[in-house]
């Protein structure tokens, strides 16, 4: 098998050169998936396996705007849609500078699996720019929102492709976006995802990314008869993901120590309770600072100024900043520490060296795909809801949210369970894949 997954990964290398990160989401996968597919002989026949990982389209596209100074600013606009086998494209958009084609096919890729996991009908996407809104004015923000989107809205719908954020793309450029497409299309359709609450967004959305990943986390202490309560617990990131990861976690009686940015990282062993982190929101979403502003407000804690997080104890991390943020070395300091479980709120945030520490050493870990699909399943809800023309109040988004966590953690069981230790790896992969070759299977060669 090794050397059949070999000379696949080959083939995907030479096809796709210069994209890293997308040959080791494509690796990953495929070393979990190849048995399924040797014992069905229907999925070869079909050849599922090269079908899968090539994107239906790929959208690659100029964004021209102007800045506050007059200049004219030119950034490359993406959409990558995977995979339509279950539902219409879906997910989210990144604006961050290092946004190029192979990041953006890794997490189309990863996409594809994980909103399989929802349960609910959603194929996979995702696209973005390397515009990055850091400095950047409102105006500025708006002027390149409207732009990428005069291209965008020929290619998205709300049952052809429906966008929602990502790593730099929150409330703000979400409503921007939306502004422009319904002015270009002349109608209110739920076309994005992660939408104010007043026009259309659903309730828990902007929480359900770092709730799903508590929530997921919750359920894999569970089969161990642990819980979050006296847990202390290391986050990177101070975005979205991080800023409701820690919220859960805190409301479920453990101690968040840790948060950071891509400048450093700030361990405040105290804890960052509701009152520091309504601060954290403050700086992060309104004020938009660096997250080394904290020790300034809490002076008891410490700035590691160029460090993450990973060398702080701790019995729980959930890293929710990027993709490969977490290495081999990190991983082997986290579980000497003491740390029995890592919960993926980013996608692919732990390196392939980092995953093999972890499923050595046998502690709980969740991989992206499953921990991190409360995001896009909320954005499931949303669509559902804004189909119905209603919404729901947030007693019931979470609820859905929180039995969609526990039915995504027992398809990883089904799936990954290996005598008394159960490979969330191949349980999310395995899982996530056989509905989408077999609706690709169902519908014929397209
Ligand atoms: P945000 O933009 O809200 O926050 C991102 C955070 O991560 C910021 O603190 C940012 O710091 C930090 N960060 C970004 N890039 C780097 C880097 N290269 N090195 C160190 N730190 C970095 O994004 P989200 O919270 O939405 O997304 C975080 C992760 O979660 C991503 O992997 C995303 O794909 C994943 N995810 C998000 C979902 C969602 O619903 N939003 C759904 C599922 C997964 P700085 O400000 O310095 O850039």
């Not at 805190?250 to 840790?258: F, Q, S």
């Amino acid at each position: 098998m090794a050397k059949a997954v070999d000379a696949f990964m080959k083939r995907v290398t030479a096809r796709n050169p210069n994209e890293p990160e997308f040959h080791q989401a494509v690796k990953e996968v495929v070393e979990s998936i190849w048995p399924v597919i040797e014992q069905n002989p229907k999925y070869q026949a079909a050849n599922i396996p090269e079908r899968i990982i090539e994107p239906e389209r790929v959208i690659l596209f100029r964004v021209p705007w102007v800045d506050d100074e007059g200049n004219v600013q030119v950034n490359k606009g993406y959409r990558i849609e995977m995979n339509s086998a279950i539902g219409p494209y879906k997910g989210g958009l990144r604006f961050h500078p290092s946004v190029n084609l192979g990041i953006l096919k890794f997490l189309a890729f990863e996409q594809v699996f994980k909103n399989s996991l929802t349960t609910l009908p959603m194929g996979g996407g995702k696209g973005g720019s390397d515009f990055d809104p850091k400095g950047k004015s409102d105006g500025e923000v708006m002027r390149f929102c409207q732009s990428f989107m005069l291209e965008l809205f020929r290619h998205v719908g709300p049952n052809t492709d429906v966008p929602a954020g990502d790593i730099g793309v929150g409330g703000r450029e979400i409503g921007y976006l939306f502004g422009i497409y319904k002015r270009l299309r002349n109608e209110f359709t739920g076309v994005l995802t992660g939408k104010g609450i007043n026009w259309g967004g659903s309730l828990i959305r902007p929480e359900a990314t770092g709730y799903g990943a508590v929530y997921f986390a919750q359920e894999m202490l569970g089969t161990r008869k642990e819980s979050f309560k006296g847990k202390t617990v290391a986050i990177s990131g101070s975005g979205n993901v991080a800023q409701f990861a820690t919220e859960k976690a805190t409301e479920l009686g453990a101690k968040v120590v840790t948060l950071s940015d891509s400048n450093g990282t700030v361990h405040d062993k105290d804890g960052i309770d509701k009152a520091k982190l309504a601060w954290v929101m403050e700086l992060k979403n309104v004020r938009r600072g660096r997250i080394r502003e904290y020790v300034e407000q809490y002076p008891t804690a410490e700035y590691m100024e160029g460090a993450r997080p990973w060398s702080v104890k701790c019995d729980v991390a959930i890293p929710s900043a990027t993709q490969n943020e977490i290495s081999k070395e990190e991983a082997a300091t986290l579980v000497k520490n003491g740390c029995v479980c890592v919960s993926e709120g980013a996608n692919m945030p732990s390196e392939p060296g980092a995953i093999d520490v972890y499923l050595d050493k046998k502690i709980l870990y969740g991989p992206g795909k499953a921990a991190n699909a409360g995001g896009v399943a909320t954005s499931g809800l949303e669509m559902s809801q804004n189909s119905m023309r209603i919404s729901w109040p947030r007693e019931e988004v979470d609820s859905r949210l929180q039995q969609i966590m526990k039915s995504i953690h027992e398809v990883c069981v089904r799936y990954g369970k290996e005598g008394d230790f159960i490979d969330y790896v191949k349980g999310a992969n395995v899982g996530g894949f056989i509905k989408v070759a077999d609706a690709m299977v169902d519908q014929g060669v397209v």
